[in-house]
């Protein structure tokens, strides 16, 4: 291992993209499910509501416990949580497209998203710990690394998918495995604070203040998000007349999910130059124009995948920085406010699309869709308001 002190500028960018890196891996498998959802309909016989609590259960598991596992994290050392939790995701994730039933495919995305919870807070903390003076860039680089593994899951399992074999999927489980070894080996270690020091492993007074409020703001941004890599597998099957595994499927959600990367990056860059209540509610309330154009240009043409890729930019793009200002306003449990925006609003999101599913039963997936898509705007009206309100706050802690 590296020790803290021993952190200099060229091993922090190395060990910058050794976080990118695995939590692209970590990240991969999320997206594969998304992926695999119409597979998985037709293997199985699964109701559209089935497959919306599947999505739940990955949520729930893999990021509504994110603030749990960020307490321990704070209290314990992130360098073994971060390890632990990428080897855990990868292991059982991986096997998700031969489980065998669907009980053991809600097993599997129940326990193997709880190492994807583990992980994402530690690492969190971690990138923010390597970033110096730049915390919203590399914590906005870090977070570029899920979203291009989100990006690269659905071709990755695509092509496995269209070529007939996703028995080999066990094997993507090795990169997971490499990973969490070298964040174990060359991560600094971090002291533990004090017993008296430690934070607590539950601290629901966040919930109750600024940082709960900026959590709502970030569920109701996320339900877009999940609705997208979640629901236009569905929308391209079921409505559009694609087949599961058509090339279409996995392409819209690797640009969808790229896009989000770069929107995230850019966001991160821009951080000291445009205030953080601009770009972030900013980039949340354009968002909803590519999202509402993709109902109306032809699938699958030049102009679809400019929507997408919009789309994906600016959805994503305050999600970085949104993290920084919730770290910034409980400096005492970053862990868990790492959690909270980055797991907590997610899981609740993914949690929240078991009603979506039973509306896309109920009135279509695509108007579903649509009706998801405008919880954007009050999502982005309070996130300004709690910004706004304590801005002081987080710029006296950067």
Known sequence: MVPAARVTAGSAIGLSGLLVAVHATNDAFSSMLA????????????????????????????????????????RYGRRLM?????????????????????VWLFALLFVGGLGSAAFHPAATGLARGLGGPRKGLAVSVFSSGGTLGLAVGPLVIGALAMSGRLDLSPWLMLPGLVGALALYRWMPAQPRPPRAQRPKLVDLSLLRGPVGLLALAGILRSISFVTFTNAVPLWL???RGFAPDAAVVFWTLTTFSFAAGVGGILSGALERRVPLQV??????????????????VPIGGFGYFVAVAIAGALVNGGLPLMI??????????????????????????GVLYIGIGALQEAFG??????????????????????????????????
Not at 38 to 66: H, I, K, N, W, Y
Not at 279 to 284: A, D, E, P, R
Request: hydrophobic share 60%; proline share 5%; aromatic share 6%.
């Open 237 to 239: 099957v079921g409505t």
């Open 82 to 102: 971060a390890a632990l939790g990428v080897a855990t995701s990868s292991m059982l994730l991986s096997l998700i497209a031969i489980a065998p039933s669907p």
């Open 365 to 398: 997936v695509q108007a579903a869709m649509a009706g998801s898509f405008l919880t954007l705007l009050p999502g982005a009206l309070l996130a300004f308001t709690v910004l706004r309100r304590h801005r002081a706050a987080i710029d006296a802690a950067g």
């Open 35 to 74: 992926a695999l959802l119409p597979t998985l309909q037709v293997r199985f016989g699964l109701t559209e509501t089935v497959l919306a609590v599947l999505v739940a259960t990955l949520s729930f598991s893999s990021s509504v416990t994110q603030p749990l596992f960020g307490g321990i994290a704070d």
């Open 324 to 349: 920084v200002a919730a770290q910034d306003l409980a400096p005492h449990a970053m862990g868990a406010a790492s959690g909270l925006m980055m797991g907590f609003t997610w899981g609740m999101a």
């Open 279 to 296: 770009l972030i509610t900013g980039s949340m309330l354009f968002a909803m124009v590519p999202l509402g154009l993709l109902f109306v």
